[in-house]
């Protein structure tokens, strides 16, 4: 293995390891019992954090589904890949060319000459219906899933179900759907159980509707919410014992997360905020790795990771080097993940919501910066609990580590670090932009004002 990380071959190697991300929706981070006692219980989860990685501050750079998805996918923050706001597919709307764009470079792109055929099953978001911009597209050699979220304001698909760029189905009721994205994962892993894949599950778990399938109706105590979360385990589970009963545990590495902070059904477990805002609870996520025999088990860790790593350390593993010719913005992570580094390769974090940069974290220091109600996105003009600050005058610090809640602003205490950070803001919004700002490396992307609906 040793000398498979040090290389960057395109040849296939037996100690290749399959790599699977499963990808919750909307899923808070006191959602799962192996984060929040009084959670969902969760046994098939919270299994893969006992034997496995689990930390307690991954970091995901988008508070909605697109950009997230896209940020994983390529390694990058949202401004810099091009897609710093979600879609909409309403007929009509101004996002029918906004997608992920072609000259973007994906993980399954990366991992192909390496000899890993790629399966991605599930909500896409990203603009399957826009030319460039399909899984197929992206680098995925095989894909089933519909569009983006289910429902009939995202246009006439959103219950359409596609194999490739060929409609599977029609009018496919969404209490189906994980059965049938769940299937197709179990009967990939044992077809190419041979040779490497790298499989990426796309849940709408528990993005509304709040529909589990019958068999999970009434099983958490907690609602259908709850119930959602009980398939969402039991997927997980199935996709498990796919991978030991094809022999392949120890050949695969499998990486649990979550695209963004729960809304107000879910739980961020103390933290303040959720979806739609720059709160850790809508940034802050489960993350679970597991992977016997290479990473060690019972590891609960408090080193800050984030989801743009998973590009670097899926290159690592399978023996292919990143891009070269444009920033990535993940780091290396398998020596935190094997407990042989014990900092975080991150030196800032970037809180964007849409276009707007909003927080600027260091180690445990997060600082809030002044925002108007015009700067914010369409999805956080309005107040409320979960919307964190709508307007902010004045810059608001926090210890992380003493107040993960974010509750007591220290900046008349620390006004150092208030300026430290500043000047860091002011330096990202030259590089990535700001909702007033073009940034020296920006992705331009087709859309205009992209912070209204």
């Known amino acids: 293995m040793l000398l498979l990380l040090g290389m960057v071959s395109v040849t296939v190697a037996d100690d290749q390891p399959n790599i699977i991300v499963i990808f919750a929706d909307d899923l808070g981070y006191g959602d799962l019992s192996c984060y929040n006692r009084s959670g969902v219980k969760t046994p098939r989860i919270d299994a893969l954090a006992e034997g496995g990685f689990r930390s307690t501050d991954f970091f995901v750079p988008a508070n909605v589904c697109s950009p997230s998805r896209a940020a994983l996918l390529t390694g990058r923050y949202p401004m810099r890949c091009g897609i710093p706001v979600a879609r909409i597919e309403t007929p009509g709307s101004k996002y029918k060319d906004y997608g992920l764009l072609p000259e973007e470079i994906t993980i399954p792109e990366l991992l192909k000459p390496a000899g890993y055929r790629s399966l991605m099953v599930g909500k896409w978001h990203l603009g399957l219906e826009v030319e460039g911009s399909h899984p197929i597209d992206a680098g995925f050699d095989e894909h089933l899933g519909i569009p983006s979220n289910y429902g009939k304001s995202r246009g006439p698909n959103y219950d359409t179900l596609y194999r490739g760029k060929q409609i599977e189905r029609k009018k496919v009721p969404c209490e189906e ?12 892993i044992d077809r190419r159980k041979g ?30 919410y709850g119930d959602f979360i009980r398939e969402l385990d039991h997927s997980t589970g199935r996709i498990v014992d796919a991978v030991e009963s094809a022999g392949l545990s120890e050949k695969t590495l499998i990486v649990f997360t979550s695209d963004n902070g729960p809304t107000r059904t879910g739980s961020t477990g103390g933290l303040s905020g959720g979806k739609y805002c720059t709160m850790e609870g809508g940034h802050r996520v489960p993350g679970i790795f597991y992977w016997p025999g290479t990473i060690p088990a019972q590891q609960v860790s408090e ?18 080097s990143p891009p070269t010719d444009r920033k990535i913005d993940g780091k290396e ?7 042989e580094r014990t900092k975080s390769p991150h030196d800032f974090l970037y809180y964007y919501n849409g276009t707007n940069l909003q927080a600027v974290r260091h180690g ?23 919307k964190g600050f709508v307007t902010l005058d004045e810059p608001q610090l926090f210890d992380l580590g003493r107040d993960r809640g974010e509750k007591k602003n220290v900046a008349d205490e620390y006004p150092e670090i208030v300026a430290r950070l500043q000047k860091q803001a002011e330096a990202i919004r030259d590089e990535l932009g700001d909702v007033h700002t073009t940034g020296s490396d920006q992705r331009r992307f087709k859309l205009i004002d ?4």
């Not at 990771?305 to 399978?318: G, R």
Request: glycine share 8%; hydrophobic share 35%.
């Open 333 to 339: 992570i398998l020596s935190v993940l094997t407990g």
């Open 303 to 320: 080193i800050t990771l984030t989801s743009m790593d998973l590009l670097q350390l899926f290159c690592k593993l399978a023996g292919v």
């Open 364 to 386: 445990n220091w997060k600082l809030h910066l002044p925002r108007t109600v015009h700067d914010q996105p369409f999805w956080s003009k309005s107040g409320g609990q979960s």
């Open 195 to 224: 040779e490497p894949f790298f499989i990426y599950v796309s849940h709408h778990i528990v993005h509304t509707p709040l529909v589990p399938s019958q068999d999970f109706v009434g099983t958490s105590g907690k609602g259908k």
């Open 450 to 453: 992209p912070q209204e609906r």
């Open 177 to 188: 759907l994980t059965e049938i994205y769940t299937d197709e994962v179990v009967e990939f």
